[in-house]
């Protein structure tokens, strides 16, 4: 079984040494055959270059891929994945961050029958070292909401890892788009793939040469998430459940008024039966279209799951509704406010549990 080691690589010039020799180190003592493949941006420190005099005058079995007119890191792993020849793919950052002695831990586990296996921050064990709480946060912050955008990945704990090990037909007849920012993330939504496990390790320091993190890094994370939601389908459901929602609140607002306004009921006991009516309507709507095809549990089970999450839906309403009634605010306002707040609780629970 060969590996091929696949290293996008800018300005990481004075990385390469090191690099070089603790992966054949790593590698070579665990018995693989390799080839370490440098993906170059046409770096100004020409780091091509280097690579390829490592190559030659040390016999690291290097070959170098120097791209002109083209740049990005997704795009770079992409092209490496074309130009290697191995069977196990690994992916990992040229500047030391991620210590080349985990690879043979991460190719044993695909050897193990893992398919995909992700060199991971967040399992027991893993970690980063140096961060300042802010940047843990927005990492993990922005995991979570990837997580939460896209159910597929919900079991995997660090999907935006730059260092993991794929087979090669994990990628081999999958639609990667370049642009895309966090490969891994790519490639968990549309690889072709069954096992995924996570091998803790502790992120480094950078050891030379400077990040190309920049300000919009995290915009762009966002635009991905976006991207592989409207791929995914979760675009389209998000936007179906909207659609439900809004002729929910039609069926809930014009009960309320009717109960209130024609009734005499009090404002605050009306709102029950005019939300178990909107609920009613939104369940049928959503389970014969939103969520048609992931009818898995039983009817009675989706209807009383669904309940549960109007009720805390509700519960989370009222408990923005009651305070701004109190405040003097149109009750009706006041419930659209509620309902907004609510929108959110409900999706998530009936996408991850009623139909989930
Ligand atoms: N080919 C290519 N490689 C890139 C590009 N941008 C970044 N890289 C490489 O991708 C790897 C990760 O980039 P880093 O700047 O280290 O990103 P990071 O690890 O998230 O950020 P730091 O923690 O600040 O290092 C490094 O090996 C970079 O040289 C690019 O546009 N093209
Ligand atoms: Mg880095």
Not at 23 to 48: C, H, M, N, Q
Not at 66 to 81: D, T
Request: aromatic content about 12%.
């Amino acid at each position: 079984m060969k590996v091929s080691v696949i290293i996008p690589t800018y300005n990481e010039r004075d990385n390469l040494e090191e690099l070089f020799e603790r992966i054949s180190d790593s590698l070579g003592r665990a018995g693989y055959d390799f080839e370490i493949v440098v993906v170059d941006d046409d770096s100004p420190d020409k780091t091509w270059e280097y690579a390829e005099a490592l190559g030659k005058t040390k016999g690291y079995p290097v070959k170098v891929i120097r791209r002109i007119n083209e740049k990005g890191l997704s795009s770079a792993v992409i092209r490496g994945f074309k130009e290697a020849s191995g069977d196990v793919f690994v992916v990992m950052d040229a500047d030391l961050q991620h210590p080349p002695e985990k690879i043979p831990e991460l190719v044993g586990a695909i050897e193990e029958g893992a398919d995909i296996a992700i060199a991971s921050r967040y399992v027991p064990g893993g970690g980063v070292k140096n961060w300042y709480w802010y940047r843990k946060l927005i990492s993990k912050g922005a995991i979570m909401i990837g997580r939460i955008a896209l159910p597929k990945i919900r079991s995997v704990k660090d999907p935006v890892s730059g260092f993991f090990a794929l087979k090669r037909e994990v990628v081999e007849n999958a639609e990667l788009n370049p642009i895309g920012f966090k490969i891994l993330m790519e490639i968990l939504i549309k690889g072709t793939y069954k096992r995924v496990v996570e091998v803790p390790f502790t992120f480094g320091l950078r050891k030379a040469g400077e990040s190309k993190l920049s300000g919009k890094t995290m915009i762009n994370y966002l635009k991905h998430v976006y991207r592989l939601m409207k791929w995914e389908g979760e675009l389209d459901r998000l936007i179906k459940f909207s659609i439900v929602g809004t002729s929910g609140i039609f069926v809930n607002e014009g009960f309320l008024w009717f109960f209130v306004s024609e009734l005499g009921m009090d404002k605050y006991v009306a709102n029950v039966p005019a939300t178990e009516l909107a609920i009613l309507n939104n369940f049928l709507w959503n389970d014969l279209w939103t969520f048609r095809d992931l009818r898995k549990r039983s009817l009675w089970r989706r209807l009383l799951s669904f309940h549960v999450a109007a009720l805390t839906g509700a519960i989370v309403q009222w408990i923005i509704y009651a305070p701004l009634v109190y405040l003097g605010i149109n009750y009706l306002l006041a419930n659209l406010v509620g309902i907004g707040a609510s929108f959110i609780v409900r999706f998530l629970f009936n996408r991850n549990v009623t139909w989930g």
